[in-house]
């Protein structure tokens, strides 16, 4: 039997990273060395040090499900472990997501905006209906629960990512976010032609959904040489030409 995947998990307190160390800690593949939060990575007590130092430099895979600052940590983390980085975190900006691509000419990383598999498919049904439906009308409707922070959320902007790629346009003030009660995620790509209206659409029932397609995809990264990985390759989906 392989030994267990080494997991660092940053955001480890919050909605996603508590089911992740949740569901990670009761999976024979994974072993959680260290559980990050603000506390544990208040300024104060910034990177491990002494015996955790030495246990965070035997990490295979670092989870990232927190906020900007939380990613930075990770990118941190990342680089002087060597270990694959896996970020779920939305609302980047372009500083970031540029560090993320100089660390992954060192290590693996992948940043997925939405982990399910149910997603990874709509983007490559958006991209196909994009070409096949030239000159209609495209609307992104999202919902999330009102303590998001970021709209439109990382999902929608990869969905309207997808419509580019299958060769059509999409204005931002095309992209609608509702924020509302405990809604856990919802998309809707509307086609709006002659006579007629297609819809895809995508519902998590449960946070669980997002944490089984980070899990699987950490297993992936395990042992990937250096580069820039999508959630589409790490589920096992083919690319196709139009986009990923
Ligand atoms: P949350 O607010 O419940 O949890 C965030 C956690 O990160 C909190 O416990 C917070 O204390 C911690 N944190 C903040 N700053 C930190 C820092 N500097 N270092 C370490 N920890 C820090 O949020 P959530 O609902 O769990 O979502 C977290 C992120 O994941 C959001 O960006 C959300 O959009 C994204 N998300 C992604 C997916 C996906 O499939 N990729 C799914 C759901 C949520």
Redesign the pocket.
Known sequence: MTSPIRLAV????????ARICALASSDPRFAIIAA???DS?APKTPAPQGESAQRASELDVIID???P??T??AIDLASSTSAALLV????LDAALRERLGALATKVAVLQ?????LGVAVLRHLVTRAAAMLPGWEIDIVEQHHS????AP??TALALADAIRAGGAAIDPERIHAVRAGDII?EHVVQFAGPGETLRLEHVAVN?DL?VH??LRAAAWLRGRPAGAYTIAEALGLHESPAGG
Not at 10 to 17: L, S
Not at 88 to 91: A, D, L, N, Q, V
Request: glycine residues 24%; positive net charge.
């Open positions: 940053v955001g480890a307190q919050g909605r996603m990273g990050l939060d603000r990575v499900f927190s906020n600052s939380g930075a940590l779920g975190t939305t609302g997925a905006a939405n982990t399910s303590r998001k922070l970021d959320s990382g995620g946070r997002f397609g980070a």
